[in-house]
Structures are given as C-alpha cells and as structure tokens.
C-alpha cells in the first residue's frame, strides 16, 4: 500500500484505511457512495521497542509491551539480523531448550565441516581452535552429571553440571525466546525470537545488544540497522560454517512440521518435557479467558525487566565472544551484521580499557 498521513492506500483501487482498519475513502465508487463506512479491515495496535516494531494479536484489554532490558538500556550498539526458516516455529522453540546438542552440533559437526573446507583441526592453531575447543573437547566426556530445569518468573531457567563445575545456558522467555549474555562480564548480548509467519514458517531474529562498558564511547543510532541472512550459499548447500547456521539446519532438516509421534525422547530432553508442559498449561490458561505468562499490565513492573544474571567465566576461551577483533565474529552470524566493523573496533577499545584499568 501506499503509506498517506491519515492511512495505508490500497494501491490497486486507491481504498484508503485508517490505523483502525475503518476504510476512509473508495475514490473509483460513485459520489455519495456510502460503500467506505461499511468496510472494515482487521487492524492490531502496534509499538516500536528497541527499533523493533510489535504487534499486538489478542484479545483486550491490551497488556503492555514487556520492557525487556536488552530493548531499553542505553549502554548498547544494537544490530537486527533475520532468517526466514522453512519449517514450524515450534521446532526452533524445542531446540532451545536442548542444552546438550552444542557438544556434537557446534564442536564434533563444527570440526567435521571446517575441515571438509580444508580448515584445520582443534589441535592446530587454527580458527577452529579459538572458536570450538571447548566443545570439541567437551565430546570426549560428553555425559553431565545432571541437567537442570527450573521454572521462573518469565520461563525456564537452564543448567548443566558438568565434572567440576556448573554451566549456565541462555534462559527461555516463554514462549518463544531465548536471552543469552546475562552474564556481568559478556559484551554480546542476544535475544532470539522465533516469529511464527504460519504452520511451515519461522522468521528468526537475531537482536543484538553489545555493552562494552566504562571506558568506551557508544555510537550513536538514529536507527538500527536490519540484515537478512540467508539459509544456503551459493553453491545450494546448506551454510553450516558458524554457530546459528547449525542450530538452524537442526530446525528445518526434521521437515516442515516433524512427527512427534515418531519421536524417541532420550535423557537429554528433560527441558523439551518441561516445556511441552508448560506450553499446554499456558495454553489452558487462556483458553480459560485468563493472562499467560509474561503478560504485563501493571507500569510500575515494567520500567525494565531483566533476567536471571550469572557469574561469567573468564576463561579465554569461554569469553571468545567479547574477542571479535582479534578474528572471532566469523565464528557465527554475528558476521553478517551491518555494522560489524563498529562491533569489532567496540571489542577492541573495551579490551584496551580492561587492560587499563578501567
């Protein structure tokens, strides 16, 4: 259509409709036509957050837009990175809740692809080297000791207890996100949602928020830049050569909607159990005309809301993420961002003010 002050005009026949769906004008019908003020199109109140836009689909009264931390703090050079991706949202949603898939996905499978490309392997110094080795490494003790799902507040909290320590993993935002880089010490920080276009399509999006701390100067946005990245290369294959390209051909290889009733849940699906719970709970709940979670009404609990925050580690080779200059932003989708050289000099100046004190 055809954006105007007051409305959206249909380009085909020039019917011009108001923000509420009303139709305004039928400028091809007769004078005195009265055909505009029997016309109404659906029409859902919309907010920006963030330089994100949100629609709001349900029913009212309309709950306020959750004023998650990563969309309102000041302190952040955002990016906006998105894939269209072939195959129930759903199916991204569960693999989220996988915490043990990056052991083989993104260290065994990572290793197995960069070296196909004649890359190197974990052991020779090579980009593989900086960006998997934890993983890669992981693979020759692959069992926990246990893995722990808790409910909270906004979703699921994730835990593995590793021999000798416990890892915490991104936490889900029922019901469609994940937040990762809560940890104090992270500078790339992601909240990833998975849109759902209809049954056989997700729109992933990538919202990236990089916090490089005292010290150094954020530039500033009057927007925030969007990039569409896609699914395959050049060649027709699938690009399997950074973290999220992993994830995403683990979504759309199962089929556009996959049969759970082939399905064999093992011991590492005790997140996927919790949350096709949760799922029918929430959904019961609505159906029962009352507020699923993560519904918002009340201002004063949504100034800015954050999540869980756990200690870092500040390994090397756990704080890659925060190491983009010196190679590492290839390592995942990261790459494609419209502003990556701001991102890696960020990096880099936050580096050199640890390094001095700062």
Known sequence: ?????????????????????????????????????????????????????????????????????????????????????????????????????????????FQYIWERKGGGTADDGGRLDRSTRRAVASAERPHADKLVFERYEHGIEKHVQMPGRLDHRPPVVFPYSIESGSSPDTIRRVWQIGVPLDDTHTWHISYY???????????????????????????GKPILDYV?????????????????????????????????????????????????????????HNVCVKLPSYPGNKSRDAAYRNLYHEGYIVDDVDRYAPDKDIIIDLMRQASEAQAAGH
């Not at 055809?2 to 959206?8: N, S, V």
């Not at 996959?258 to 019961?284: N, V």
């Open 1 to 109: 259509g055809i954006p105007e002050d007051d409305g959206l005009r249909c380009p085909y026949h020039g019917w011009k409709y108001a923000a509420d769906g009303q139709c305004l004008e039928t400028p091809l019908e007769p004078d005195g036509s009265k055909l505009a003020s029997q016309v109404r199109l659906n029409a859902y109140p919309v907010q920006e957050l963030g330089g994100l836009v949100f629609a709001y689909l349900g029913p009212e009264p309309v709950p306020l837009l959750p004023r998650w931390e990563q969309f309102v703090r000041e302190d952040a050079f955002r990016q906006i990175i998105g894939t269209i991706v072939p195959c129930n949202w759903l199916q991204c949603m569960e693999n989220r809740l996988d915490t043990m898939h990056g052991i083989f996905l993104h260290g065994n499978f």
């Open 244 to 300: 999220l390209a992993q994830d995403m051909v683990a979504w759309w290889s199962q089929g556009d909607i996959t049969d759970r009733s082939r399905e064999r849940l093992g011991w590492t699906d005790q997140g996927i159990a919790l949350y096709r719970r949760m799922l029918k709970e929430q959904i019961d709940i609505v159906q029962e005309g009352g507020d699923p979670i993560n519904v918002f009404r009340d201002p004063a």
């Open 209 to 235: 928020a990089y916090t490089p701390g005292h010290g150094v100067e954020i530039p500033k946005q009057d927007t925030v830049p969007f990039a569409a990245v896609p699914l395959m290369g050049e060649n």
